[in-house]
Each structure stands twice: as structure tokens, then as C-alpha cells.
């Protein structure tokens, strides 16, 4: 089992920054690859991004991208969603996720693990 835990979350202006984070713990392995979602109310929960276990590959959502940067550490077993140059349409409740599929990053029935979410509303 591994116990995926959120934070960072919060309410903020557009245009404002804000770094989420997630900390794993028990079977945990830098073998993991690791993902965002998010789901804002009355949508299906989407992908945001992931990065591969040696942090070399990234992966991002089109309507993220130069946006938002996804970045991990495997020594402190967190992995970090830094976003910027936030907007209201960014507003959801933000999951991280654990796979060893890379091959199907973007689809969130290969992940195995689930935190239970942290909560970002940007306010215009």
C-alpha cells in the first residue's frame, strides 16, 4: 500500500502561484511514476501531469503547459506541482496519483494509488 497525502492548496487571485505538494509513504519506490489530476465541480476529473520516476520524463495537459511544472523527490518522497500565472478555469480539487504505467500517463484507471485531494480555487 501506499498512502499519497496533498497539501498547498488554497484560495488565490488569478495571475497568483501556488506549489502543491504530495507526500507518499509506506511501499513507496523512486519507481513510481506520478500524477495530477483535477476535477472541477460538475466535470470529469483530468489530467494535469506526470513525471517518470528518474524525473527525466514529463508530461503535461496542452491547457497547462508553460503553465505549471511538475518536479519530484525521490529522497523525500514528495513530488510538487508548481503553478503559476493561475486562472479561474484552474479551480479544482487537485489529486495526486501513483502508476507504473508510463505508457498510459493520462488515463486515471492505470494509477493504483490515490491521495484524497487539496482544493484550489482562483478567484478572478
Known amino acids: 500500500q501506499v498512502q499519497l497525502v496533498e497539501s498547498g492548496g488554497g484560495l488565490v487571485q488569478a495571475g497568483a502561484s501556488l506549489r502543491l505538494s504530495c507526500a507518499a509513504s509506506?511501499?513507496?519506490?523512486?519507481?513510481?511514476?506520478m500524477g495530477w489530476f483535477r476535477q472541477a465541480p460538475g466535470k470529469e476529473r483530468e489530467f494535469v501531469a506526470a513525471?517518470?520516476?528518474?524525473?527525466?520524463?514529463?508530461d503535461y495537459a496542452d491547457s497547462v503547459k508553460g503553465r505549471i511544472t511538475i518536479s519530484r523527490d525521490n529522497a523525500k518522497n514528495t513530488v510538487y506541482l508548481q503553478m503559476d500565472t493561475l486562472k479561474p478555469e484552474d479551480t479544482a480539487l487537485y489529486y495526486c496519483?501513483?502508476?507504473?504505467?508510463?505508457?498510459?500517463?493520462?488515463?486515471?484507471?492505470?494509477?493504483?494509488?490515490w491521495g484524497q485531494g487539496t482544493q484550489v480555487t482562483v478567484s478572478s
Open positions: 509506506g511501499r513507496t519506490s523512486s519507481s513510481w511514476i
Open positions: 513525471i517518470a520516476w528518474n524525473s527525466v520524463g514529463t
Open positions: 496519483a501513483a502508476t507504473l504505467r508510463w505508457g498510459q500517463r493520462r488515463e486515471s484507471y492505470v494509477y493504483e494509488y
